[in-house]
């Protein structure tokens, strides 16, 4: 139950993520949630769409780079100390969280994509503790 995350390596300079979103906003595409890290030359743009297939093909035309992850959403009550519980329970089977963002959310939800360096031990260890995963079809 792993959902399909598309990562893109930005080169860092204006312009760059504009022609992006506005490809995949003309190609009808609804933006779930993402996330951008940057280094001095590049930037990494990591986004959950409602629709990754036709996205690629609205990449691909623009001559954008990109490979697809599959990342784990879970979904959390939306009040202090839930995102710190998951920590603390990667940590104490000593999985390493390679990063982490938010999806959209509920009044009472919140969506949270998780990466790890151990997707199966990680995909695991939420089931064996009761911590909801996630499918698209749930997100949308």
């Not at 995350?5 to 204006?14: F, G, K, M, Y």
């Not at 743009?45 to 996205?55: A, E, S, W, Y």
């Not at 790890?116 to 996630?134: F, G, N, S």
Request: aromatic residues 4%; glycine residues 4%.
């Amino acid at each position: 139950m792993r959902v399909e995350q598309i990562s893109v390596l930005l080169r860092n300079e204006p312009g760059v993520l504009s022609k992006i979103l506005e490809t995949i906003s003309t190609g009808g595409i609804n933006i779930l949630g993402l996330t951008i890290n940057e280094t001095a030359a590049f930037g990494e743009l990591r986004l959950i769409v409602d629709n990754t297939p036709v996205t690629r093909e609205l990449l691909e035309k623009i001559d954008v780079s990109h490979n697809i992850v599959k990342v784990i959403v879970v979904k959390l009550p939306d009040r202090p100390g839930e995102l710190l519980k998951i920590a603390r329970l990667l940590s104490d089977y000593d999985i390493n969280i390679d990063y982490i963002y938010t999806l959209s959310s509920g009044k009472d939800f919140a969506f949270v994509v998780i990466k790890t360096w151990d997707m199966p031990a990680t995909h695991e260890i939420l089931i064996e503790k009761d911590i909801e995963i996630v499918t698209m079809e749930n997100i949308l």
